[in-house]
T-cell receptor, first 115, second 114 residues
Framework: AQSVTQLDSHVSVSEGTPVLLRCNYS??????LFWYVQHPNKGLQLLLK??????LVKGINGFEAEFKKSETSFHLTKPSAHMSDAAEYFC?????????????FGRGTSLIVHP | DSGVTQTPKHLITATGQRVTLRCSPR?????VYWYQQSLDQGLQFLIQ???????AKGNILERFSAQQFPDLHSELNLSSLELGDSALYFC?????????????FGPGTRLTVL
């Protein structure tokens, strides 16, 4: 069975400071891992994905994440937060079950960016 | 804009009623997924269809059903509605050549059951 834990329900940063959103996963297979972002009243948008290639994954809007198998982690980072980054972020694990990759979503981390 | 469309955007109905939510996937995508997002349960996978056939089932209630039509659009039917069914319902699609299940989400349908 697969599971994902987002360690913080809320993260608050000042504009221009680094962002760290933490995610730990559990999977019986070699999983695919994703980060999605959801702005208020919008659908989810893919930020980045890990699919067993490079362990450091770069995504859109300056975000990146590092896959650490030994720590079963896939934390999302950004060097400098922007006001437009304020949103809900979801870490997702997906592994093959019965021939289909069904994702499991974390509960989400709300990123608050102060001016 | 992800290319996935959902209608209607908002739906207000009463307990005991039945509603149908509609989703059109991105051009070329064969898979459609339905999700329910609520404050207490988070984002829950309901069901997946691939090229017209049911592929996987998640936490979908027996009062709910879905189908995918030959033109690949999908409908989610919710019946005997309860207050607790009030939620955001998302549809997502994924490309056939992606084994890693990268998904593109629609804007959602907000269902309010009064």
């Amino acid at each position: 069975a697969q599971s994902v834990t987002q360690l913080d329900s809320h993260v608050s940063v000042s504009e221009g400071t680094p962002v760290l959103l933490r995610c730990n996963y559990s999977s019986s297979y070699s999983p695919s891992l994703f980060w999605y972002v959801q702005h208020p009243n919008k659908g989810l948008q893919l930020l980045l994905k890990y699919t067993s290639a490079a362990t450091l994954v770069k995504g859109i809007n300056g975000f990146e994440a590092e896959f650490k198998k030994s720590e079963t982690s896939f934390h999302l980072t950004k060097p400098s937060a922007h006001m437009s980054d304020a949103a809900e972020y979801f870490c997702v694990v997906s592994d093959p079950r019965g021939g289909s990759y069904i994702p499991t979503f974390g509960r989400g981390t709300s990123l608050i960016v102060h001016p | 804009d992800s290319g996935v469309t959902q209608t209607p955007k908002h739906l207000i109905t009463a307990t005991g009623q039945r509603v149908t939510l509609r989703c059109s996937p991105r051009s070329g995508d064969l898979s459609v997924y339905w999700y329910q997002q609520s404050l207490d349960q988070g984002l829950q996978f309901l069901i997946q269809y691939y090229n017209g056939e049911e592929r996987a089932k998640g936490n979908i209630l027996e009062r709910f059903s879905a189908q995918q039509f030959p033109d690949l659009h999908s409908e989610l039917n919710l019946s005997s509605l309860e207050l607790g069914d009030s939620a955001l319902y998302f549809c997502a699609s994924s490309p056939p050549q992606s084994p890693y299940n990268e998904q593109f989400f629609g804007p959602g349908t907000r269902l309010t059951v009064l």
